[in-house]
């Protein structure tokens, strides 16, 4: 093969995981938590995808089971695959009142899984949860604790990757969490997407046109070979 026809196949195809990295990122701008992706060519041939870890901006909700993490922190939940490691804060109850991820998967407290029981659900920035007891009846204001939100860190320097379903796991498996000291949880409140959708979709149209530019090469080449086919076959 011509190394100019080798060189803009290999270009087209590095635009083409552009374009791939991008349209996921796009596609999670509703994903609360979400962590954008990028490509990064090391030459024509080697690549890998990276996570950018900085945190989003924080959209307030309402919703009393909605938790943002503001510092480096996580939840950590069970999940199908074992523990792993979440900032999607979008919770809900499931049908045993136990604390449950967007997915299902149980978020974990200190102790175990979280059964939320009582009204008026309160979580304080430290991850401590309380429930209103109405076991004394309508119009009671006291609140029992129902537990603490597990929160972790993880060591400085350690390279964290997605595994399923906005959960991370550290690429090191004999790497630990450590207690949380420097995250703060707000209340009906979630992390947006830590990337702007208007940017994201520039440089998608920009990356569109580089790989259009590739196919165009790509068809000048493919036309210079059959014409050449095609003389060759007349002589």
């Known amino acids: 093969m011509r190394l100019g026809l080798n060189a803009v196949v290999l270009g087209a195809r590095q635009q083409e995981k552009r374009l791939e990295v991008i349209a996921n990122n796009l596609a999670n ?16 041939i080697y690549q890998s995808t ?3 870890m900085d945190q989003g901006n924080t959209r307030s909700t309402g919703q009393p ?12 939940v069970q999940t199908d695959k074992g523990i792993r490691y979440t900032r999607e804060g979008n919770l809900t109850l499931n049908q045993d009142n136990v604390l449950v991820t967007h997915e299902g998967w149980p978020v974990l407290g200190e102790g175990g899984p979280l059964t939320l029981t009582g009204a008026d659900i309160r979580i304080e920035r430290d991850g401590q ?8 009846g309508l119009g ?7 537990g603490k939100l597990d929160l972790v860190e993880f ?8 595994a399923q379903k906005g959960c991370f796991v550290p690429r090191d498996p004999n790497v630990q969490p450590l207690p949380a000291q420097s995250v703060a949880v707000q209340q009906g409140a979630l992390e947006e997407a830590n990337f702007n959708p208007v940017e994201e979709m520039a440089h998608m149209i920009d990356t569109q046109r580089v790989y259009e530019s590739y196919q165009k090469a790509l ?10 086919i095609s003389k060759l076959g007349g002589q």
Do not use: W
């Not at 009671?140 to 129902?146: C, H, K, P, R």
């Open 219 to 228: 068809q000048m080449f493919q036309q210079e070979d059959s014409q050449l």
């Open 65 to 76: 089971l909605d938790v943002s993490l503001s510092g480096e922190g996580f939840l950590r």
């Open 129 to 136: 949860i309380f429930g209103r007891d109405e076991s004394g």
């Open 29 to 44: 701008t509703g994903t609360a938590g979400y962590k954008k992706d990028n490509v990064h060519f090391r030459d024509f």
């Open 155 to 162: 060591p400085e320097q350690t390279l964290l990757e997605k």
């Open 140 to 146: 009671s204001a006291e609140y029992v604790a129902l």
């Open 50 to 52: 990276y996570t950018r």
